[in-house]
């Protein structure tokens, strides 16, 4: 069975900086390539960007409003896909989840997400 | 960016009704679209891809048609565990984006 565990959200303060995880199982997390899906309070859905698996050469691709401030990345020793953000803003403040992918761009597995809230 | 609209922006419709919610893009997808269902306080879920197919374990009353810009997503008998927002995705161009959502109610 495919698990995906979000974890690491909490309150930040605008400028700072925090470190999401999601921790996989039930698939071969190697060859799998990730996404990052997040949605702001009452809001809807933004893809917030995806990391290639390591045979696909494991490069990132970013929606614009994030490019530059975080940061994709996956340790497949430890089936673990990463967000690291940093000056986050108010608006990052949302739902994040983590997604697996089929065939590009076909979201087929979900976690159930982590809230990140940004407030001074 | 591709845009994504969707309508209508929510619905009521009584048990055994059909719905049809329609997603359209800003240009050409070809078939590339999905539709995911979310119920409050939970994760959404994958129920059509590539416009029409089915992913396995959703129930043959949801359906999707369409390519090029214009979609549909159809319950054909709705139930009331249909509650719930449902979304179309592009994946054509990165980077990827959502419609707006169509929030299901049961009369």
């Known amino acids: 069975e495919v698990q995906l565990v979000e974890s690491g959200g909490g309150l930040v303060k605008p400028g700072g900086s925090l470190r999401l995880s999601c921790a996989a199982s039930g698939f071969t997390f190697s060859n799998a390539w990730m996404n990052w899906v997040r949605q702001a309070p009452g809001k809807g859905l933004e893809w917030v960007g995806r990391?290639?698996?390591?045979?696909?050469?494991?490069?990132?691709d970013y929606t614009a409003p994030v490019k530059g401030r975080f940061t994709i990345s996956r340790d497949d020793s430890k089936n673990t896909l990463y967000l690291q953000m940093n000056s986050l803003e108010i608006e990052d403040t949302a739902v994040y989840y983590c997604t697996t992918t089929y065939d590009l761009g076909v979201l087929n597995y979900w976690g159930q997400g982590t809230l990140v809230t940004v407030s001074s | 960016d591709i845009q994504m609209t969707q309508s209508p922006s929510s619905l009521s419709a009584s048990v055994g009704d059909r719905v049809t919610i329609t997603c359209q893009a800003s240009q050409d997808i070809s078939n590339n679209l999905n539709w995911y269902q979310q119920k409050p306080g939970k994760a959404p879920k994958l129920l059509i891809y590539d416009a029409s197919n089915l992913e396995t374990g959703v129930p043959s009353r949801f359906s999707g048609s369409g390519s090029g810009t214009d979609f549909t997503f159809t319950i054909s008998s709705l139930q009331p565990e249909d509650i719930a927002t449902y979304y179309c995705?592009?994946?054509?161009?990165?980077?990827?984006?959502f419609g707006p959502g169509t929030k299901v109610d049961v009369k």
């Open positions: 995705q592009q994946y054509d161009n990165l980077p990827f984006t």
């Open positions: 990391v290639k698996s390591k045979p696909n050469g494991g490069t990132t």
